[in-house]
Every structure is written in C-alpha cells, then in structure tokens.
C-alpha cells in the first residue's frame, strides 16, 4: 500500500521531488498556547479504522477526479460534522476549484527531421510517435522548426561551477540534452541521491530560460541489461505547462544528428561523467539539419474540494495542521509499480495515516471548543500542497477571521 511516484532513476531526487501534484488535506487547528491538559488519548484502534476505511475499495485509491476522492471526502465531511466543527468552506465545508487530472495526446504529434537540399530544406524523414519519440505530458503545445544544438545533461548550477549552456547559443533552438545528471555533481552536493538539477521539468525550465523553443531528451549511456524504452505519456507529471516543447528521443534516432570529430553522443557522454566539466559545445549537426517538432495534448479537468472546518478559540490566532488525502487511483501517473497500474493504488502511508492523525486530532480537541488560547480550524484541500493555501485568504474565510497569518503550520504526511 506504500506510495509511488513514477520516476525514472537519477531523474529526480526522491521524497518531495513531485509534492505539488498530491491532494491535501488540512486541519487547521488553533491549538493553545496555553493548552488544557483536559486533552483525551488517542484511540489507536480508531486510528486504523479511519485508515482502513480511506483505503477501501470504494475509494478507487482516491484518485483525483474520481467517484473514490468524492466518497473520502464525504467520509472526512461527516466527521467534522459528527465533532461540532464549523463549516469554513464556501459550500459548507466543501471548497470547490478545478484541477488538472490528466492529459491525452490529440492529432498532429509529430517529429521531422529536414535535410539542406541544394536550394531549400526538404523532408528527409517523419519519425514514429511512440516508437521513435514521445512528447513529455509537461509540454507546452505548438510547433517549431529550428536547428539542433547539443547541451549535455542541459543542467546550469552556479552553486557548483557548472554549466553545459556555456558557450552555446540556443535562442529559438532546439536543444538535445541527456537524462539523469554527472555521477559528480551529485558528489558535490553533498547528496547520496540526484540533486535537483536532474529533474526533467528542471531542465525543461532552464532550456526556455536560455531562450530555446524546444528541449529533447536522451537515455544516453544504458546500463547492462538495460534498453532504450521511451517513458509511457504521463496523464499529469509535473506543471501544467513549462512554456516550451518537451519530448524523448530513442538514442538511435539522434545518433545522426550530432558528431564530435567522429565521437558519438556515449563517447562525448562519458567525458563529462569522467570529468564533471561540459564538453556540450563540441557536438554539432552532422550535415546541415533542421528538426520540425510538433506538439499538441489535450489537458483534462475536474473539480475537486478542499474540505475546511475549523474550532473556535479565545483568540483570532490559529495553527494549521495538514494532510493531503488524495493518492494514485489505478496508477496511471506516477506509479512506480508498472505491472499494477490499472489496479488500485490504496495509499495507506500517502496519505490515509496523515488523513486518519488529522481526524483524531480533530477528535481531540473538538471538546475543548471555546476553551483554546488560539482557534482551530480544519481543512481538506486539492492537489499538490499548492492548494494548501487555496482559498486561505477567500471572502468566506476572512468573515471567520481565517485571513491572518497562522501562528503554525504542520502537515501530517506518512510518505517520506
């Protein structure tokens, strides 16, 4: 029941690298500074009931968008109300806004590679979607036709004394750069894992900062046993849109777009991973090129609720307690268990024992309305932390003196 993210290894760092797509759930509790010690005991056993009962079947791994989501929600709802806790939502208790829950690949994907004739370019080859190339669900749509500029492991960090932009002008290009990161960066980091430069929305972003149009990605080197698989089209990785065009190529399909006095991109590869200092500068065209890419993917959306109650106080000071309770549904984004997706991802650690601490919290305290230094207030938001602020400074919240600033936050989360 252990939570995943799909991820590919030395692509991002792991634990909080995707923590704006989970759904949150909040309790925001204005607990005393001068707490009662009339304070219950936590019920261990009604603890793994609510866990068991968020996890359930029914709830379809609360999947955003789903009957399974609206199920827990109403779960959570009903027990606010069974507390006495006061509605601080704009229907209610519920808060509704829209999300995206998906994305689906329309018409016109297309790559196009366009070889200098004697007077004009003209076509040379139409790669294959899915077989040659795949667009990443992170694109932005469009389409570009430019020249092809090698950039490395496309990673700019000042921090270490490392840039593969160096030297290379990519203003409305199209940028070729490799997964994963040099072995040595990480090293200097400090960190066992990838630093956050290994990122692919991370590269995306640092591509189009440098002025690209287009960023293509590369498995580059594999390991033993290891084959040049493009990613399956994720339904919702990363933002909604980085404002350039992203896509992965097989390696075999860029072999011939880049040289370096006959090395090929593994050698050129294998002398930044040795070195840890870009090299990005000497791969170029093999012959005079052109990449035509085109993108176009279809967003799909829902509306879910952040859920928010709250329990008064002597004060207008509050402090936030949080858990996001939404997870994976059937895993088609963002499971690390490709064999089950389909399958119902319950989602026991991220996030049902948060949701379930929340509630007992709630329980707790929920006697001692009125009798609190600083108020409390509970609430259940969407996707991605990002929504643990939504509505925090709404009309209906500043009515109930939920506008100032919390003395604390605290989000309960059981994935790592």
Same mark, same amino acid.
């Given at each position: 029941?252990?939570?995943?993210?799909?991820?590919?290894?030395?692509?991002?760092?792991?634990?909080?690298?995707?923590?704006?797509?989970?759904?949150?759930?909040?309790?925001?509790?204005?607990?005393?500074?001068?707490?009662? #010690?009339?304070?219950? #005991?936590?019920?261990?056993?009604?603890?793994?009931?609510?866990?068991?009962?968020?996890?359930?079947?029914?709830?379809?791994?609360?999947?955003?968008?789903?009957?399974?989501?609206?199920?827990?929600?109403?779960?959570?709802?009903?027990?606010?109300?069974?507390?006495?806790?006061?509605?601080?939502?704009?229907?209610?208790?519920?808060?509704?806004?829209?999300?995206?829950?998906?994305?689906?690949?329309?018409?016109?994907?297309?790559?196009?590679?366009? *070889?200098?004739?004697?007077?004009?370019?003209?076509?040379?080859?139409?790669?294959?979607?899915?077989?040659?190339?795949?667009?990443?669900?992170?694109?932005?749509?469009?389409?570009?036709?430019?020249?092809?500029?090698?950039?490395?492991?496309?990673? #700019?960090?000042?921090?270490? $004394?490392?840039?593969?932009?160096?030297?290379?002008?990519?203003?409305?290009?199209?940028?070729? *750069?490799?997964?994963?990161?040099?072995?040595?960066?990480?090293?200097?980091?400090?960190?066992?894992?990838?630093?956050?430069?290994?990122?692919?929305?991370?590269?995306?972003?640092?591509?189009?900062?440098?002025?690209?149009?287009?960023?293509?990605?590369?498995?580059?080197?594999?390991?033993?046993?290891?084959?040049?698989?493009?990613?399956?089209?994720?339904?919702?990785?990363?933002?909604?849109?980085?404002?350039?065009?992203?896509?992965?190529?097989?390696?075999?399909?860029?072999?011939?777009?880049?040289?370096?006095?006959?090395?090929?991109?593994?050698? *050129?590869?294998?002398?930044?991973?040795?070195?840890?200092?870009?090299?990005?500068?000497?791969?170029?065209?093999?012959?005079?090129?052109?990449?035509?890419?085109?993108?176009?993917?279809?967003?799909?959306?829902?509306?879910?609720?952040?859920?928010?109650?709250?329990?008064?106080?002597?004060?207008?000071?509050?402090?936030?307690?949080?858990?996001?309770?939404?997870?994976?549904?059937?895993?088609?984004?963002?499971?690390?268990?490709?064999?089950?997706?389909?399958?119902?991802?319950?989602?026991?650690?991220?996030?049902?024992?948060?949701?379930?601490? *929340?509630?007992?919290?709630?329980?707790?305290?929920?006697?001692?309305? $009125?009798?609190?230094?600083?108020?409390?207030?509970?609430?259940?938001?969407?996707?991605?932390?990002?929504?643990?602020?939504?509505?925090?400074?709404?009309?209906?919240?500043?009515?109930?003196?939920?506008?100032?600033?919390?003395?604390?936050?605290?989000?309960?989360?059981?994935?790592?």
């Amino acid at each position: 029941m252990n939570s995943a993210r799909t991820k590919e290894k030395g692509d991002l760092p792991r634990g909080r690298g995707r923590v704006q797509l989970i759904f949150v759930f909040f309790a925001l509790s204005l607990i005393a500074g001068d707490t009662p #010690t009339t304070v219950g #005991t936590a019920d261990e056993q009604r603890f793994l009931t609510d866990i068991k009962s968020l996890t359930a079947a029914p709830m379809e791994g609360r999947g955003d968008g789903t009957k399974g989501l609206t199920r827990a929600a109403h779960l959570i709802e009903q027990r606010y109300k069974s507390l006495g806790l006061q509605p601080a939502g704009k229907n209610g208790f519920f808060q509704p806004f829209e999300v995206i829950t998906g994305a689906q690949l329309k018409p016109s994907n297309d790559l196009r590679e366009d *070889v200098q004739g004697a007077d004009s370019f003209h076509a040379r080859e139409n790669f294959k979607l899915n077989e040659d190339f795949v667009p990443l669900s992170f694109s932005a749509n469009g389409s570009v036709s430019s020249s092809v500029v090698f950039a490395g492991y496309g990673i #700019t960090a000042p921090e270490f $004394g490392y840039d593969d932009y160096a030297g290379l002008t990519v203003k409305d290009g199209i940028v070729v *750069v490799l997964r994963k990161e040099p072995p040595g960066l990480a090293a200097k980091s400090g960190r066992a894992e990838p630093s956050p430069h290994a990122g692919l929305v991370t590269k995306a972003i640092n591509a189009r900062n440098h002025g690209a149009k287009a960023i293509i990605f590369l498995n580059g080197i594999l390991e033993a046993g290891e084959d040049d698989v493009l990613p399956r089209f994720e339904t919702s990785e990363g933002p909604i849109d980085v404002g350039i065009l992203c896509l992965q190529v097989k390696n075999n399909v860029a072999s011939s777009w880049l040289h370096a006095d006959g090395k090929s991109v593994a050698d *050129v590869q294998k002398g930044i991973d040795e070195s840890t200092e870009p090299t990005s500068a000497f791969l170029h065209p093999s012959f005079p090129l052109n990449l035509t890419v085109s993108v176009n993917i279809e967003r799909l959306h829902a509306i879910v609720n952040n859920i928010l109650a709250y329990l008064p106080g002597k004060t207008d000071e509050y402090v936030i307690l949080g858990a996001h309770y939404d997870h994976l549904g059937r895993g088609q984004s963002h499971s690390l268990a490709p064999s089950k997706i389909g399958q119902i991802h319950p989602g026991a650690d991220d996030n049902a024992s948060g949701t379930a601490g *929340v509630l007992e919290l709630a329980r707790l305290f929920a006697p001692l309305k $009125g009798q609190l230094q600083r108020q409390e207030s509970h609430s259940a938001a969407g996707q991605g932390c990002r929504n643990a602020q939504h509505g925090h400074d709404r009309p209906y919240q500043r009515r109930k003196g939920l506008h100032r600033r919390p003395r604390h936050r605290h989000h309960l989360s059981g994935h790592p």
